[in-house]
């Protein structure tokens, strides 16, 4: 149920259980300051919010990902259309 309700909170379709709801995500930040030239937007990209919180190099990365997901039901839908939102997968390689 947890994670129907967080599917629900990332994608802002509908709407979740009332509640007190607190992320505590700095575990996905880096451990050393990155180079600002690394996470200056483009202006141009879709990602440059990300980018401005992990850097050019994290979101390369993350386009550069090939994920197979095997049976994409409800909540497969959702983490495919979250993954395509992040760009996985997304680079011209």
């Given at each position: 149920m947890v994670g129907q309700e967080v599917l629900k909170a990332c994608s802002g379709k509908f709407t979740p259980i009332p509640g007190f709801f607190y992320l505590d995500a700095d575990e996905t930040l880096p451990d050393t300051?990155?180079?600002s030239s690394l996470v200056q937007p483009t202006g141009t990209s879709r990602y440059d919010s990300q980018v401005a919180v992990?850097?050019?190099d994290?979101?390369?990365n993350i386009n550069n990902l090939q994920y197979f997901m095997v049976g994409a039901g409800a909540i497969g839908c959702e983490m495919l259309k979250n993954w395509a939102l992040m760009g996985v997968g997304?680079?011209?390689k």
């Open positions: 300051l990155i180079d992990f850097g050019s994290m979101q390369e997304c680079s011209s």
